[in-house]
């Protein structure tokens, strides 16, 4: 599935977020959310604002990703740029006024809003497509919830209570700014258990394929990366299977072809689509590439550390390049306007091949095969007697500088620059206006 960006419909929405009365005038292009939720057809094109914002540089556009490996760096990578937000994320010193967080958070309860408006109006839609445009708003909502969840809240730990404090869920729209905008953090437990009704109704609503737009897969891969960040291995390893028994999507015989494309490959089971007019919010590129292709200043450095984890003879490691003097890049996000893949089917199978090591089982394949299968496709030999430790390797060079890897941290219970994976400072702070703003709001320790 490709994620085409769209403009937003003019519905005029409100996040979870602080207002100035500047700001609270209604712009002229804009139309009251009556007109905007009206018809079917206007309904349907708000749904396609939700993933055009789901796709703003606060999301998949690509800050989340590349956050999400500044958190969890480790001494693999190293932040040279002179942008004060993304390098405090990468030295561990962020303040409740540090941008990125706040940008991530707006974002984020923009996309969510806009949901809750289609959701709010599912009844205007015609009857034989309301399923599917139920079933796209909740698999949005449960993504952006996601993200929120794993950068705001403490690590959901497997088997607790879960009751330290996660994001505010808001179902319903926002229209304005009252009392009832006062809300209070929910809890981990609650926010997941909001992500997994989000998702598993999802993916009992769409279609098996959708063009452009989510489908069952979509949301069924996406339910396996939840159900393994929780630790509930047997419906992560289910969903998996159920995305590589599709039949929908293959795995390319080429490394190096999954990346820099304008178009989908058939491994792509998500992916933002990215134009010469969403430069500024494909921040990957931006900041993991060096002039010459169209980046910045080459602000994010690949360091031996991680270099050394590479066989030789692996072709993901010939995928990273060398500029500025000798310093090493990585490839995967090298060309300006390419496609973002955001969930390949390369990680359905080591999500598989994960939980069936840990639950000596074999669904779908045994153990060996799925590891095989990602394995040498990187040009390396074919290896008997896989191990849970040779899995969680490979996902980590697989998967390498896509978005994984602080949450990776987290859930296998490591550490990062020396910070244990509970660390306060491994999380985002609640942004300060919102704290300002809202008197229920509870900051993190240490902000």
């Given amino acids: 599935m490709k994620l085409y960006k769209y403009v937003l419909s003019g519905l005029l929405v409100f996040s979870l977020t602080a207002c100035d009365k500047e700001l609270d005038l209604q712009p002229a292009q804009s139309i009251s959310e009556e007109l905007a939720l009206s018809t079917d057809a206007n309904v349907k094109s708000v749904l396609l604002g939700a993933y055009d914002a789901l796709a703003l540089d606060g999301l998949f556009g690509g800050n989340t990703l590349r956050d999400a490996e500044l958190l969890g760096a480790d001494g693999e990578l190293r932040f040279v740029g002179t942008f004060e937000g993304p390098r405090d994320v990468y030295n561990h010193s962020m303040i409740a006024g540090n941008y990125e967080a706040e940008n991530m958070w707006v974002d984020a309860y923009e996309t969510i809003n806009i949901c809750n408006n289609v959701l709010e109006a599912i009844e205007v839609v015609n009857e034989e497509d309301r399923d599917q445009v139920r079933g796209e708003a909740l698999f949005i909502r449960g993504m952006a919830y996601f993200q929120l969840v794993r950068f705001y809240g403490q690590v959901y730990e497997a088997g607790g209570g879960n009751t330290q404090p996660g994001v505010p869920i808001v179902v319903r729209p926002t229209r304005g700014i009252?009392?009832?905008?006062?809300?209070?953090?929910?809890?981990?437990?609650?926010?997941?258990?909001?992500i997994l009704t989000d998702l598993n109704e999802a993916k009992s609503l769409l279609p098996d394929e959708n063009g452009v737009q989510a489908g069952k897969f979509t949301a069924a891969a996406l339910l396996a990366r939840v159900y393994l960040q929780m630790g509930r291995y047997a419906e992560a390893r289910d969903n998996a299977n159920e995305v590589i028994n599709s039949g929908l999507f293959s795995l390319l015989p080429n490394y190096a072809d999954v990346w820099n494309n304008d178009d989908n490959t058939s491994e792509d089971i998500y992916a933002v689509q990215i134009s010469s007019q969403d430069f500024?919010?494909?921040?990957?590129?931006?900041?993991f590439s060096v002039p010459a292709f169209g980046g910045r200043d080459g602000d994010i450095e690949i360091e031996q550390k991680h270099l050394d984890l590479y066989d030789p003879s692996d072709e993901r490691l010939a995928l990273f390049f060398e500029a500025n003097g000798g310093v090493m890049y990585s490839g995967k996000w090298r060309e300006q306007y390419r496609n973002m893949p955001i969930i390949r089917l390369a990680e359905m199978y080591l999500i598989r091949a994960e939980c069936n090591a840990r639950l000596s089982t074999s669904v779908g394949a045994p153990v060996d095969d799925d590891y095989n299968a990602i394995h040498t496709r990187a040009g390396l030999n074919p290896k008997n007697g896989v191990t849970l430790d040779d899995i969680?390797?490979?996902?980590?060079?697989?998967?390498?500088h896509e978005g994984h890897r602080i949450h990776d941290i987290k859930r296998l219970k490591g550490s990062a620059d020396g910070l244990p994976y509970d660390d306060n400072q491994l999380l985002f702070p609640i942004p300060a206006r919102e704290i300002e703003a809202n008197k229920n709001l509870q900051q993190n320790p240490g902000y």
């Fill in 178 to 194: 009252d009392e009832s905008s006062q809300v209070s953090r929910n809890s981990v437990e609650e926010c997941y258990t909001q």
């Fill in 280 to 287: 500024l919010e494909a921040t990957m590129t931006v900041f």
């Fill in 392 to 400: 969680l390797l490979e996902r980590r060079l697989e998967l390498a």
